[in-house]
């Protein structure tokens, strides 16, 4: 990789890395984590009115401490307002998290993950915004946004409201291990969920006189392997992949509480993924399908059949950006002038670019070195954060 003329400072950006790596904000709890990224902004000097926070986690419908952290940074020569993005959250694997170094890695104590994911980005973000006011960089007007709750369903970005972005026309995402990874795509989320009420009886004594709500679920999902909705997805009009995540019963209890008793209620929980959000509607309503066959076939004495209540809704909807995109474009420009040979993605996993893109600003996302993410063995590939630092100040002062 060619370092050209980038007055990229090494040292302080593994320093602000390190820094936001030991800032604990698992998803839902982001206060702490952002206001260390202000107090780090207004010391490498952003004013303290170029910075705010938005009121996102009022629409979010989950207990979030915070909004979106949002920072506009004008521009030293004309051109079109950039966007970039990351999440200030990880996932509560992270929690109490105690980096160090490790030759070109840092790691955690390995009793908790480490939060790469994606604490890179927004090292990275504060990195670019240094480093175009350090180095009085000429740039175009650019928005940083740190996201919340994007680990426990991308709210931060789904519920922003598109203004607050101030009219930016392209994104940089950062959220990815390898900085030649270019994730110009992913797939769109359909969420489902189905409560069976059925008939209590004693299994011993009449079993004959219930109605097993556990039975009508297995049946089910049995039914949804042998028609082809389970798992990886492949039919003549689509293809994409379905899980069934939770099976238990009210209030994150189980199903049933005792042997002797034939389960009364039941409720499952999965999701469906496809490229083409109308064929994740379509693998869902799969599901129900299957699981009104089930419930037919569950019976008590008299004939009567358990209650089932099904329901579906989008979590995030599918993109794809072609490479002809003008943000594809500015990407592979700079990976160009890197020596580095780009590597288009389209992505199984939600972002918050599907939000973003669906909020009008086409987004690309990049890598700064996160690896072995959610997991005890993550560590952060710092030769591979360097090369997303430098990428992220290379785009953020290309000629337009």
Excluded at 37 to 43: E, W
Excluded at 92 to 99: E, H, I, V
Excluded at 250 to 264: E, F, L, Y
Aim: charged share 25%.
């Amino acid at each position: 990789m060619s370092n050209i003329s980038i007055p990229l400072d090494v040292a302080a950006a593994e320093e602000h890395l390190m820094r936001f790596l030991s800032v604990e904000g698992v998803t839902g709890q982001e206060k702490n984590i952002g206001l260390a990224v202000c107090d780090a902004l207004k010391k490498i000097g952003v004013p303290d009115s170029a910075i705010r926070f938005d009121d996102v986690n009022k629409r979010i419908p989950l207990p979030t401490e915070t909004g979106n952290l949002i920072v506009d940074i004008p521009g030293t020569r004309p051109g079109p307002r950039l966007l970039f993005s990351t999440h200030l959250d990880t996932v509560p694997l992270c929690a109490g998290a105690k980096p160090r170094r490790e030759g070109d890695r840092i790691v955690s104590d390995g009793t908790t993950a480490l939060g790469g994911d994606a604490r890179t980005g927004v090292a990275l973000l504060v990195v670019v915004a240094e480093t175009l006011i350090k180095q009085k960089l000429p740039h175009p007007p650019i928005t940083l946004l740190f996201t919340v709750r994007e680990e426990s369903g991308l709210h931060g970005a789904r519920e922003l409201n598109p203004a607050d972005l101030n009219g930016a026309v392209m994104c940089i995402n950062v959220d990815g291990q390898s900085a030649s990874d270019l994730i110009v795509g992913a797939v769109g989320q359909e969420n489902w969920e189905v409560e069976i009420t059925g008939r209590a009886s004693h299994a011993g004594v009449a079993p004959e006189k219930g109605i097993s709500a556990t039975l009508v679920g297995a049946m089910a999902l049995a039914e949804a392997k042998r028609s082809g909705w389970f798992g990886k997805v492949v039919k003549p009009d689509g293809r994409g992949t379905s899980n069934i995540g939770i099976f238990g019963g009210k209030n994150d209890k189980p199903a049933g509480d005792a042997t002797n008793v034939v389960t009364d209620y039941a409720f499952l929980k999965g999701e469906a993924r496809s490229p083409e959000a109308a064929f994740a509607t379509k693998i869902a309503n799969g599901y129900k399908e299957a699981f009104s066959k089930a419930q037919s076939e569950v019976t008590d004495d008299k004939g009567d059949t358990a209650e089932v209540k099904f329901s579906h809704k989008p979590s995030y909807p599918p993109f794809e950006l072609g490479k002809d995109t003008p943000i594809v474009k500015r990407a592979t420009k700079a990976l160009g002038i890197l020596g580095i040979e780009p590597v288009y993605v389209f992505s199984n996993g939600g972002l918050d670019a599907n939000w973003l893109d669906k909020h009008g600003v086409p987004t690309i996302t990049i890598g700064a070195g996160q690896a072995e993410i959610h997991t005890i063995k993550e560590y952060v590939n710092l030769k591979e954060y360097e090369k997303g630092c430098r990428l992220g100040i290379l785009m953020a002062t290309l000629d337009d």
